[in-house]
């Protein structure tokens, strides 16, 4: 008989339960596995690797973190005009804090989605608002992020496959789809205040403005997340076109999804080496691209944390009073 949670869940289930404990050590092994793989069905070996990731031009990879930290405040201020448009009072720095840590624990934990999970009950927490918000300010952050991967890949697309002329009518349908998109949402009346009418799934309190702007950032966000592979595979001497870029990132994306080993490690690795080979890109330096794009993001922003922290510990000092300083 299993034994019942407080709550009422079986005790397997909890994050430290059996099951649980048995999906971490499953998820830990498919990623040595896939690991094991990368090294053995593309002859890689981890001195090659280790050539390569060395082997990196400074200034164009200096270059390339610095996109990587612009790209951390606009997903920060994407998700906070989200988390605004439903009426989640958050502040700019706090969303920021928090969509940094989320960052963090998406590729460190051997866990799927522990980082949104994170935003999610800390925003709850922080906001006092209820569960419903949060959740649905993450998954519209994430869901609009995927939405204008795929816009971008589809102008890719055609710029690569079908040539420029091709490319520039694809660009130009989508500008027009934008274009008759915000005439009409401003024909739309204003929602009112969540708060006033009642929340529920099915009417989301997103002001037309708000909708439009989320779409904008979104297609913005992953224009410079493509870029800031390109400028990675600059840095380790890997010249292709972006539009090739923007196929490799939107198709890279979509296959760690699956979030079957942790952070994607291993997998994306693994899908990089493969798309970048018919371009005759050494493995290493393939993989090498691959690493810096999981990894980078999460230094990044564990190093962007640290003022938050520091910030946050001066806060918790006792403030020294005149009769403190006279005692001393």
């Known amino acids: 008989m299993r034994t019942p949670t407080p709550s009422g869940e079986p005790a397997a289930l909890r994050p430290g339960g ?23 069905l593309f002859g890689l070996s981890p001195r090659r690797l280790l050539d390569a990731v060395s082997g990196a031009d400074p200034p164009e990879l200096a270059l390339a973190f610095a996109v990587i930290l612009a790209l951390l405040l606009l997903l920060s201020l994407k998700w906070y005009v989200v988390a605004r448009g439903l009426s989640v009072p958050v502040t700019f720095a706090a969303a920021t804090r928090l969509y940094l840590a989320g960052m963090v624990l998406n590729n460190v934990l ?22 419903k918000r949060p959740f649905a300010s993450v998954v519209i952050e994430r869901g609009s992020g995927y939405a204008g991967l795929l816009v971008l890949s589809a102008a890719a697309a055609a710029f690569y496959f079908l040539g420029a002329l091709a490319g520039v009518a694809a660009s130009a349908a989508l500008l027009a789809a934008f274009a008759i998109a915000y005439i009409a949402l401003r024909r739309l009346d204003p929602v009112p205040d969540g708060d006033a009418v009642g929340w529920s799934w099915r009417r989301l309190p997103l002001a037309p403005s708000t909708i439009y702007l989320v779409a904008v950032l979104s297609v913005v966000q992953q224009a410079v997340w493509i870029s800031t592979a390109a400028l990675f595979g600059l840095a380790y001497d890997v010249s292709v076109p972006w539009s090739y870029w923007a196929l490799t990132v939107t198709a890279i994306t979509l296959l760690t999804l699956a979030s079957v080993s942790v952070g994607g490690l291993g997998l994306r690795e693994i899908g990089y080496v493969a798309l970048l080979k018919p371009l005759d890109v050494d493995a290493g330096q393939a993989a090498a691209v691959g690493l810096a794009m999981g990894f980078a993001p999460s230094l990044l922003s564990l190093a962007l944390l640290l003022p938050f922290a520091a910030s946050a510990s001066r806060s918790r000092q006792p403030a020294t009073t005149p009769t403190d300083v006279a005692v001393r």
Do not use: E, H, K, N
């Open 110 to 131: 051997p866990t799927a989605i522990g980082g949104d999970a994170y935003r999610v009950y800390s925003l709850s927490r922080r906001s006092d608002v209820g569960f």
């Open 18 to 40: 059996r099951w649980a404990r048995a999906l971490v050590a499953l998820r830990v092994a498919i990623t040595l596995a896939l690991l094991t793989t990368l090294f053995f």
